[in-house]
Structures are given as structure tokens and as C-alpha cells.
């Protein structure tokens, strides 16, 4: 099977809508023409900057603007960061993903210092993944000459559906930024998120956006939304683990050699739906008890799962060769302070707004 970069919304809507077996049958098969069906990767989500965040993304309780009980923290410190990667590192993780609850990098002493946390975890023989937001190709030429294996920027849903999420920014911003890590020899990390009262139309609309890149995204994360008081999606129902394996079998399906990773929302998985998962062409999981700022199975019930099922975790560095770091003082780039017009759409939309006014009724009360 050769991989496809002309799938349309009909034929992904066909492969979704399958007889479940059928589905899980053809998107098993697949999986194992591409990778080891025994093996998963075990990655580690550090939120090194939580909270205060401009952006107004509908499912995300780092929004400075909605009223939810996450607490933000500054930029975390090298040192800080290394000592988590050592115990993920002791714990079986092969990638650490480094989130900053930013709209868009800008060149200055946080982003050094960032680069710098790249260098340090790639010299630990670990694939480093950050996710900050819109990059510049400058940016992205930095990070991956610091050592970054991954970039990780979620086009979250369809480009339609995108305009009920998030008004502070738009879909094409995405596009470029991933755009802008392509230029560059770092791998793409692009996904999404279901249950937020998308249509299955949109969950395919998002699965064309991704399968239709060209290389498609190395690896594409599958959430499923942890609906946290205060967001303007509280009150949406859980998404069903049938919908869910649904989901990562059609990406497994349209996308075959792309790593799939299940993220948020496994808490609220049975260890039997996990496994379809795995069956269904996921191989990665989120370890830890936190994820950014949700919560994640543990990590020794994860490793009981694990034994169960008879995984084993995946190797650093098997799907993509392991990036050389290059010292900040031997860098060939340097920061160019660019101030890039990211867009700014500003429509309203109703929940967020209402999120919003929540949090300042009760703030004033
Ligand atoms: S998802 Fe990211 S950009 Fe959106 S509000 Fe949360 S931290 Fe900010």
C-alpha cells in the first residue's frame, strides 16, 4: 500500500462509517504492513510554561480569560526540565514533549532558554517535542538546529468547525507554521481533538487537512476532550470509546506510516478500549499523572497495561534519525525579532464569550 495525499471527505467518511469489525480488520492490517503491532512509544508532556495564555481556544483551561482552577507558572529553568526528563527517561519514556502556553514564539531570553532545554534533552539520547505555539521558519531553524526531533502544532478539528473553537487566530496560521517546520528537518506532530461537539464531517474534514500534506505529519496525537469546569466546553458529554477507536482507525487507515498517538482523555478509558486502540493502529501513549494541565493514567498502571498486553515501549529515535545539536555559540542563526502579522479573526463566538462573563461574575463576587 502506497500512502495516499488525495483523500477526499467522502472516502474518509466511508472508511469511518465501516461495520466496526471491518474497520478494525482493515486498520489492524495496515498497521502491521508499518509497525511493530507490539510496540508503543511512551512520551512525557511537560507543560514548562502553564496558564496566562491570550488565545481563547474553547477546550483549553490555560485561557487566561476563562475562570478555571489552573494555577500558571513562569518558564520553567534548564535544570528543572532535565530533572524531569531524567525521571521520564528512568521510567520508560523515549520522547518528551515541552509545552509553553504561548500564542506565538518570540525571539528573547525565554526562547534561548527554551532552545536551551532542547539541547539538554537531546544530549540525554531522548526525541524532543515542543509545542509554543506559531514559529517563524527562522524559529524553526533554530529549534532544529538546537537537536528538536518534533514540532507539535494541532490543527484541533476542520478547517470549518475550527471557527467555533477559536476566534484568536486562524486555520491558515497553522498551516504555515507547520509550513515553516517543514523547511526545516524537524518532524511534523499534528492532530486533534474530538467530542467538542464537532460534526463526524468535521473529523473528517480535519483527517483530509492532514492526510492531504504532503509529506504527511510523522506523527498525529488523537484526543479526546477533557471537558474542564470553566471552559466554555464544560459541559459537553465524554466522547464514547467506540468513536474513538472509530477515529484512530480511519487516521491509521488514511494515514499508515504516521506514528498515532492517544493523549487526552484516556483517563476515562477502560484498560479493554485502550487495547482496541492499540488493535486499531495507535502506538503511543502520554505517561504520567498530568497532561499540560489534565489528568493522565499512572505511570505504573500504564506499565501494568503494558505487561498486559504483552508491549513493549518503543526506542528513541527508530522512525527518524537523531538530530545533532548545534551550541548557541557556534549557532548559524540568530534572532531576527521578527514581529510576524498572525492573524487575528475576532469573530464571536457565543460559548467562549459566555465562558468568559462566567469567570467575571464570579471574580467579582
Ligand atoms: S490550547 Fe494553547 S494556545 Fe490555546 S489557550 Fe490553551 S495554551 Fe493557549
New binding site residues.
Given amino acids: 500500500m502506497t500512502t495516499r495525499h488525495d483523500w477526499t471527505k467522502e472516502e474518509i467518511l466511508k472508511i469511518y462509517n465501516k461495520p466496526f469489525m471491518e474497520l478494525l480488520y482493515e486498520a489492524a492490517t495496515v498497521h502491521r504492513q508499518y509497525h511493530d503491532p507490539n510496540t508503543v512509544q511512551v512520551s512525557t508532556l511537560l507543560s514548562i510554561k502553564t496558564g496566562g495564555?491570550?488565545?481563547?481556544?474553547g477546550?483549553?483551561?490555560?485561557?487566561a480569560r476563562y475562570h478555571t482552577n489552573v494555577e500558571g507558572n513562569d518558564l520553567m529553568s534548564v535544570h528543572q526540565v532535565k530533572a524531569q526528563a531524567l525521571r521520564a527517561k528512568a521510567s520508560g519514556s523515549s520522547r518528551v514533549c515541552m509545552?509553553?502556553?504561548?500564542?506565538n514564539v518570540k525571539d528573547g531570553p525565554e526562547f534561548d532558554q527554551v532552545l536551551e532545554m532542547v539541547r539538554t534533552i537531546n544530549k540525554l539520547d531522548m526525541e524532543v517535542c515542543c509545542?509554543l505555539?506559531m514559529v517563524t521558519e527562522n524559529q524553526a531553524k533554530r529549534l532544529a538546529e538546537a537537536g528538536l526531533y518534533a514540532y507539535n502544532h494541532n490543527l484541533d478539528t476542520s478547517e470549518e468547525y475550527y471557527k467555533e473553537v477559536?476566534s484568536t487566530r486562524g486555520y491558515e496560521d497553522r498551516l504555515q507554521t507547520i509550513e515553516n517546520v517543514r523547511k526545516t528537518n524537524v518532524t511534523v506532530c499534528s492532530g486533534g481533538i474530538i467530542g467538542m461537539g464537532e460534526s463526524i464531517e468535521d473529523r473528517a474534514g480535519m483527517l483530509v487537512a492532514l492526510s492531504t500534506l504532503n509529506p504527511q505529519p510523522e506523527s498525529v496525537p488523537i484526543n479526546a476532550l477533557v471537558a474542564v469546569d470553566g471552559t466554555p466546553m464544560e459541559d459537553q458529554k465524554p466522547v464514547e470509546i467506540w468513536e474513538m477507536v472509530r477515529m484512530v482507525a480511519t487516521t491509521r487507515i488514511v494515514m499508515p506510516q504516521t506514528q498515532v498517538r492517544l493523549s487526552a482523555g484516556r483517563t476515562g478509558m477502560s484498560r479493554e478500549g485502550q487495547a482496541m486502540c492499540f488493535f486499531a493502529g495507535a502506538n503511543s501513549i502520554f505517561a504520567g499523572d498530568k497532561l499540560?494541565t489534565t489528568p493522565n493514567p499512572d505511570v505504573n498502571e500504564d506499565m501494568e497495561m503494558f505487561r498486559q498486553l504483552g508491549l513493549n515501549p518503543q526506542k528513541a529515535f527508530v522512525k527518524a534519525p537523531q538530530p545533532q545539536t548545534v551550541e548557541a555559540m557556534d549557532s548559524e542563526y540568530v534572532a531576527m525579532g521578527e514581529k510576524p502579522k498572525w492573524s487575528r479573526p475576532g469573530h464571536k463566538i457565543e460559548r467562549n464569550e459566555a465562558a468568559k462573563h462566567k469567570g467575571s461574575l464570579v471574580s467579582e463576587d
Fill in positions: 495564555c491570550p488565545e481563547d481556544c477546550y483549553c483551561p490555560q485561557a509545552g509553553a502556553a504561548w500564542r509545542t505555539g477559536i499540560l
